[in-house]
């Protein structure tokens, strides 16, 4: 195993579809699109840590997604890391940003967390800031924070959020295949700094 996504989201048909679980529509985009199957973690051999998760193989990468809600999202996935014997720097952590304008998608190499709960617990249980993260533009809340990032997108939106979807599938999938972060910044920041995405 050399790197691994993941993708934040909460779990449960009462979050599906909600601006906080965008990084669980990416991943979900991607393994479509790879044709990956999510697992259970029995699948992980001689992995004995929490088993709240659902993964994916593609290449030599594992693709996560937390079953966790959202800010216990680093109990899941330091122990993962430590099985996998990657450092920080190969784990890609995809997720919702209330700061970034809506299906806005920008690539970070490290950085704090923002606000997010979820990174924050990655923060946390990782002990660094060190591992880069591809976040996508919920906009920002017309009412309290919280609410708006358990809202559902309206069907105005739907079709912008897609394209955003895709484009970090994209992004993904390039940094899977060089491995190189900086790389992966400079080539799709240009591009989607062309609004084409």
């Known amino acids: 195993m050399r790197r691994i996504v993941c993708g934040l989201g909460n779990p449960g048909p009462d979050y599906a579809g909600t601006r906080h679980n965008v990084g669980f529509a990416v ?8 044709g990956l199957l999510f697992e259970s973690p029995a699948v992980l051999e001689g992995f004995t840590g929490p088993r709240q998760f659902v993964c994916a193989r593609v290449r030599d990468a594992l693709c996560v997604k937390p079953l966790t809600f ?5 109990v899941v996935l330091a122990p ?3 099985w996998a014997g990657v450092e ?7 997720y919702d940003d209330l700061d970034l304008p809506f299906s806005a998608l920008r690539i970070r190499p490290h950085g704090g967390h923002g606000g997010h709960n979820g990174v924050r617990s990655i923060l946390e249980h ?22 708006h990032v358990l809202d559902r997108f309206t069907p105005a939106e739907e079709e912008d959020i897609a394209i955003s ?3 970090a599938a994209d992004a993904i999938l390039a940094w899977l295949e060089c ?8 080539r799709f920041h240009s591009r989607w700094n062309q609004g084409t995405a």
């Open 27 to 34: 991943l979900d985009h991607f393994a479509r699109r790879e």
């Open 70 to 74: 959202m800010n216990r999202s680093g």
């Open 80 to 82: 993962i890391v430590r």
């Open 88 to 94: 920080p720097a190969d784990v890609l952590v995809v």
């Open 126 to 147: 990782l002990g660094t800031e060190r591992f880069p993260r591809l976040r996508v533009g919920i906009g920002n809340p017309r009412t309290d924070a919280a609410r």
């Open 165 to 167: 979807v895709a484009e």
């Open 179 to 186: 491995g190189d972060i900086e790389l992966v910044m400079t």
